[in-house]
């Protein structure tokens, strides 16, 4: 039992001229930011669980770290994650859909353009108020 | 030349897959899923609702953690991410990782820093004390005091 068998390029030719579906095209850019997002979420998953960790040691220890995620600078920071999270989250939601039905496999372009609009849309809502929260003092 | 034209569906990726990578792939879905509705009720809850990321506080953990239904929520968002993550990872890790020897090393921290992650966010759930016996009264929540704990 093997996984998926690939055609190898060869060393001479890497990457074939010969223009698909694919390459270059609104699924390849969103692919990219697929696995750039989901590392970015990973790793910042990892950081998240051990600042909650604190809650644990004293509630002076969790409140002066959770205080850093209020400064602008992170504040800008958690701006970006929740930006991709709502990135991976639909584009992951129309991977599914592009596995599952033909008529979202067919209009697999004009789909990413609909996690595009969704991400524009939630954007414009959170960011006025989270960085209402985070630049609006007290 | 033109790029070829998408006509019909290729035959499904699943059914190419050896038993414990279909498994994999068919987690890698069905968590996806949800976790786009608990991780957008987190958000929602923690950085929208109330003051936002100001609000967020130990006593605002604790008002959380002291309700059951937020322990579960919180713990089946820590397990279903940290595999969900330590799959996606691994899928880079077997695209990247060039050497059988890299990947051995990569897979294993991986798998040893999934398993801490997820260990020590279990603890923390199900230990988590919401009122500590030694602790400033001013930085806990206010049901501490009212019911005399």
Not at chain 1, 26 to 48: P, S
Not at chain 1, 78 to 88: P, T, W, Y
Request: proline share 5%; charged share 15%.
């Amino acid at each position: 039992m093997g996984g998926i068998r690939f055609e190898v390029p060869t060393k001479e030719n890497p990457v074939s001229s010969t223009p698909t579906l694919y390459r270059g095209h609104e699924g390849m850019w969103m692919w990219i930011v697929h696995r750039a997002t989901g590392v970015a979420i990973f790793f910042f998953l990892l950081v998240h669980v051990l600042d909650t960790a604190l809650v644990r040691v004293s509630p002076e220890a969790y409140n002066e770290i959770i205080g850093s995620y209020k400064t602008p600078l992170y504040g800008l920071v958690e701006a970006g994650l929740v930006g991709a999270i709502i990135l991976h989250a639909f584009n992951g939601l129309r991977i599914i859909a592009v596995d599952r039905w033909t008529w979202a496999l067919r209009h697999q372009k004009f789909l990413v353009w609909v996690v595009w609009g969704i991400f524009a849309v939630l954007m414009a809502g959170f960011l006025p108020r989270h960085l209402g929260n985070v630049f609006g003092g007290e | 030349m033109a790029a070829p034209q998408l006509s019909h569906p290729l035959p499904s990726t699943r059914k190419r897959l050896t038993p414990a990578r279909r498994w994999w792939w068919i987690f890698q879905r069905a968590s996806g899923v949800l976790l786009v509705v608990l991780i957008f009720t987190h958000l929602v809850v923690n950085l929208v609702l109330g003051d936002g990321v100001s609000q967020i506080d130990f006593a605002f953990v604790a008002g959380k953690w002291a309700a059951w239904y937020w322990q579960w929520i919180d713990f089946t968002m820590l397990l279903l991410a940290m595999l969900h993550g330590a799959n996606g990872m691994s899928y880079l890790i077997s695209d990247y990782a060039r050497s059988k020897r890299s990947r051995v090393i990569l897979n294993a921290l991986l798998g040893t820093a999934t398993a801490v992650i997820i260990v020590l966010g279990t603890l923390v759930i199900f230990t988590f004390d919401p009122c500590p016996q030694d602790a400033d009264p001013g930085l806990l929540p206010s049901f501490c005091t009212e019911v005399g704990r």
